[in-house]
């Protein structure tokens, strides 16, 4: 049973970078079989997508956020990162990792999901 | 990219069948057949439903299916159920190689 793990701070401060690491459990991100993504709510609000990574290298990113993401992956740790700059209050939101079973996003297995919340 | 578009609420009576509609574009739902649906109960993490149009994973009921036709696709319970009172979201795959979600529906039994 694959289980992901959302970590990292859950409060960041205007203008400084998200990071956020995603631990994966019960399968290898290398495998190749499939695709790892990062997905956002805003309280109250919708999923939005953010991107995902392969476990090469390989990124896909949501336009509207492209400019500001990178996604990284860590083979030996088995486990996969998000990095948003230049974060406002807009970026406040639960955050969570997910597995793209079919890499065209059909999203099997996610995350707890972690809030973070943008503020002074 | 634009969100797909659903429906704010649907409403339905115990034994009803309901449908949410997910209305997109020629380059997302009516490109695609990587059209998934997802439950999601307050504060808890989405559930997939259905995957690539019309396809069930293991474990998710058969009164929720799935289908498409043109740029919209849509999702039917049949039977209600008390339980399967959720928020309901659509995604598709696009041609920019990114993936869009719906706004999402919040179904009433």
Same mark, same amino acid.
């Given at each position: 049973q694959v289980q992901l793990q959302e970590s990292g701070p859950g409060l960041v401060k205007p203008s400084q970078t998200l990071s956020l690491i995603c631990s994966v459990s019960?399968?290898?991100?290398?495998?190749?079989?499939y695709y790892w993504s990062w997905i956002r709510q805003h309280p109250g609000k919708g999923l939005e997508w953010i991107g995902y990574i392969y476990y090469s290298g390989i990124t896909y990113y949501n336009p509207s956020l492209k400019s500001r993401v990178t996604m990284s992956a860590d083979t030996s740790e088995n486990r996969f990162s998000l990095k948003l700059t230049?974060?406002?209050?807009?970026?406040t939101a639960v955050y969570y990792c997910a597995r793209?079973?079919?890499?065209?996003?059909?999203?099997?297995y996610w995350g707890q999901g972690t809030l973070v919340t943008v503020s002074s | 990219q634009s969100a797909l578009t659903q429906p704010a609420s649907v409403s339905g009576s115990p034994g009803q069948s309901i449908t949410i509609s997910c209305t997109g574009t020629s380059s997302d739902v009516g490109r695609y057949k990587y059209v998934s649906w997802y439950q999601q109960y307050p504060d808890k993490v989405p559930k997939l439903?259905?995957? @690539?149009?019309?396809n069930r994973p &293991?474990?998710? &009921?058969?009164?929720f299916s799935g289908s498409k036709s043109g740029n919209t696709a849509s999702l039917t319970i049949s039977g209600?159920?008390? @339980?399967?009172e959720a928020d309901y979201y659509c995604s598709s795959y696009t041609s920019n190689s990114t993936v869009v979600f719906g706004g999402g529906t919040k179904l009433t039994v």
């Open positions: 019960g399968g290898s991100i290398s495998s190749g079989e230049s974060v406002t209050a807009a970026d793209d079973q079919s890499t065209y996003g059909t999203f099997d | 439903m259905i995957y @690539e149009v019309n &293991s474990g998710v &009921s058969n009164r209600l159920q008390a @339980e399967d």
